[in-house]
């Protein structure tokens, strides 16, 4: 039973419209160790319960086996009471690992094999997953043509959009953790959406101008990562991770600077950190990870909470947060 009305967007020129909080899978069955399915299962229906519609998964997601789990968390559930986003090009090895295959018979085998674990006859949304790869990831300097770029271009999107023109899908997009290759995807491809993880946060807005682009053209953003994994979420503590990793003193101290001002009106700074990330015109929804109920029922009470107007203004007067970047009414 439904106990929450969400706010519901439209996903750019498409039919679709999402919750502005989705559940994230990529953790759902673990990070290292893939853990038993109730829990996961549980946590995909208090999601549907507390009102969320938009599922995001992948391919990848823990070792392959989110989208089964996901698949089976839906079973007999409606299909007009969620909309299933997942990914393809980037795919689980034995050992732990990935690899990435943006050929045309990847990509068809993917969809094919989405729907087959999903339980479905149409993927609300695909998304071309990772084309950066390392080597963009890590800062080394690579170029597009370095990366996957191409392959994605010439290959992956074709086939996606293919599928879109049959009813298959949706809406096609790209997601991953950098917007300066989405931008240029932008440019060259007829994409619906974007999943941006990481890069546009209370803690970094160095996207603002691709987020403006996208706005201007009605591609919808779904924003994952909004609490850098971790350290807006957890507060500036000794050992909070940013960006998968041991936050760097710079990082803390500005966490630090950040969560001042938000005590200073008794909002916890996660609650800040999810507002920010929902109130850019361009965000359609927010993916937010969960991996069990009490998550996801955390996650939806902090979306309903309505900081201060002052907070933003206070942020934005001590040089914590873009002058520019859009902020709560």
């Known amino acids: 039973m439904t106990t929450n009305t969400l706010?519901?967007?439209?996903?750019?020129?498409?039919?679709l419209e999402v919750t502005h909080i989705g559940l994230g899978t990529a953790f759902l069955l673990g990070l290292d160790v893939v853990r038993e399915d109730a829990p996961a299962i549980a946590?995909?229906?208090a999601a549907l319960d507390q009102g969320i519609n938009f599922i995001d998964t992948a391919a990848l997601y823990s070792r392959g086996q989110a989208e089964r789990v996901v698949g089976e968390a839906l079973r007999g559930v409606p299909r007009d009471r969620f909309v299933i986003q997942t990914k393809a090009g980037r795919f689980p090895k034995p050992d732990g690992g990935s690899y990435h295959d943006y050929s045309r018979e990847a990509i068809l085998r993917s969809v094919e094999n989405s729907m087959k674990l999903l339980g479905v006859d149409r993927l609300d949304s695909v998304l071309v997953?990772?084309?950066?790869?390392?080597k963009f990831n890590r800062g080394q300097g690579a170029s597009l043509e370095d990366t996957y770029f191409r392959d994605a271009l010439d290959h992956a999107f074709p086939t996606l959009l293919e599928l879109r023109s049959q009813g298959v899908i949706g809406a096609v997009g790209a997601g991953m953790n950098q917007w300066q290759m989405e931008w240029e995807f932008a440019k060259r491809v007829d994409v619906d959406c974007f999943l941006l993880a990481g890069r546009y946060t209370l803690l970094e807005q160095t996207s603002l101008d691709f987020l403006e682009y996208c706005r201007q053209r009605n591609i919808a953003i779904f924003l994952g990562g909004v609490f850098n994994s971790g350290i807006l979420a957890t507060g500036p503590r000794e050992g909070a991770s940013y960006n998968y990793a041991a936050a760097p003193a710079h990082v803390?101290?500005?966490?630090?600077?950040i969560d001042?001002?938000?005590?200073?009106?008794?909002?916890?700074?996660?609650v800040a950190a999810l507002h920010f990330a929902m109130a850019?015109?361009?965000v359609v929804s927010v993916v937010l990870g969960a991996q069990k109920p009490e998550e996801v029922i955390a996650n939806v009470a902090a979306a309903q909470q309505t900081p201060p107007a002052a907070l933003w203004a206070d942020l934005k007067r001590e040089g914590l947060i873009a002058p520019e970047a859009p902020t709560p009414a």
């Open 7 to 15: 706010p519901r967007r439209r996903v750019g020129r498409t039919a």
């Open 43 to 45: 946590t995909v229906h």
């Open 129 to 134: 997953h990772d084309a950066d790869g390392d």
């Open 252 to 257: 803390i101290e500005k966490a630090r600077k």
């Open 260 to 270: 001042a001002v938000c005590a200073r009106y008794g909002v916890p700074l996660r």
């Open 280 to 282: 850019h015109p361009a």
